[in-house]
């Protein structure tokens, strides 16, 4: 089964002294699509990784190099960490519609 991997929303950037609560927006756009299809949490796994790193799970799936959200790992080990490439591959693979 793919493995689609998200940022846990609500975090704080340690890096930052200003004590904000962020979320990434492109984490947020693949939540929405998750939301207009819900069938796509039968067809993926959908994993919520912390934004501190390093991320364990992906470091064990893709390297230390390749911890950045939103990704999603195909069966075969690759992976596709740009959102839009993302979404077209859930457009053509998943019988979704398409962005317009």
Not at 2 to 22: I, N, P, T, V
Not at 78 to 94: A, G, S, V
Request: hydrophobic share 35%; proline share 5%.
């Amino acid at each position: 089964m793919k493995k689609l991997f998200l940022l846990k929303a609500d975090f704080q950037d340690a890096s930052r002294a200003d004590g904000k609560r962020y979320f990434c927006p492109d984490c947020v756009m693949i939540e929405g699509l998750l939301s207009y299809y819900p069938r796509l949490l039968n067809e993926l796994e959908v994993k919520y990784v912390n934004f501190a790193r390093p991320r364990p799970a992906l470091v064990d799936l893709l390297g230390e190099e390749n911890q950045s959200c939103p990704v999603l790992v195909l069966e075969n080990g690759t992976f596709i960490n740009d959102t839009n490439e993302i979404i077209r591959h859930l457009t053509e693979n998943h019988k979704i519609g398409y962005s317009h």
